[in-house]
């Protein structure tokens, strides 16, 4: 299923669910130096293991419910999640392609990830954990409406309580 109902008109993207096919450009994704460069892993993951990690998220539908690869005229263009990480509480993570930056995409995709969220969740709470010195994530929370909460490490924790 896609999901395409965001603010923007102008942006045009599309969350589609991961499938078996994904796999390769995660995995290229995860390990762009610039993605990495904020990540709490800062090394490259190796095939063997980001497969074995991508089989057991797709394959369980409780891990791959808000699991998406971001569209845009066809075109993979990034990834968003929201994992399950305690009752009611789930945390985002976005990957944009750097051919994609710059244009909205992330905030637009998150945005859609928030209606699903608040559908099927309405009283649950999202998170972010961004690094210190990833501004333009930082920016991009806060203009959706995720508050500041604390520190932990290297990285800046935010949320926001979805209500009905």
Do not use: C
């Not at 797709?58 to 971001?70: C, G, H, R, T």
């Not at 009752?87 to 994609?100: C, E, L, Q, T």
């Amino acid at each position: 299923m896609d999901y395409t109902d965001g603010p923007s008109s102008k942006i045009n993207i599309v969350l589609r669910k991961v499938t078996r096919k994904d796999a390769e450009v995660l995995l290229n994704w995860r390990n762009l130096p610039s993605v990495r460069e904020f990540s709490k892993s800062s090394s490259e993951i190796g095939v063997t293991t980001h497969e074995k990690w991508f089989l057991s998220r797709i394959s369980n539908p409780l891990l791959n419910e808000f699991f998406f690869i971001i569209e845009q005229a066809g075109s993979s263009a990034g990834t968003v999640r929201a994992d399950l990480v305690s009752d009611g509480v789930f945390k985002i993570s976005i990957i944009v392609d750097s051919n994609y930056r710059g244009r909205g995409i992330a905030k637009e995709a998150i945005y859609l990830l928030l209606q699903l969220l608040k559908e099927k969740y309405p009283n649950s709470e999202i998170r972010a954990d961004v690094h210190k010195d990833n501004l333009v994530s930082i920016n991009l929370f806060k203009k959706i409406g995720f508050k500041e909460f604390g520190q932990a490490g290297n990285f800046r924790l935010f949320k926001k309580l979805m209500a009905r």
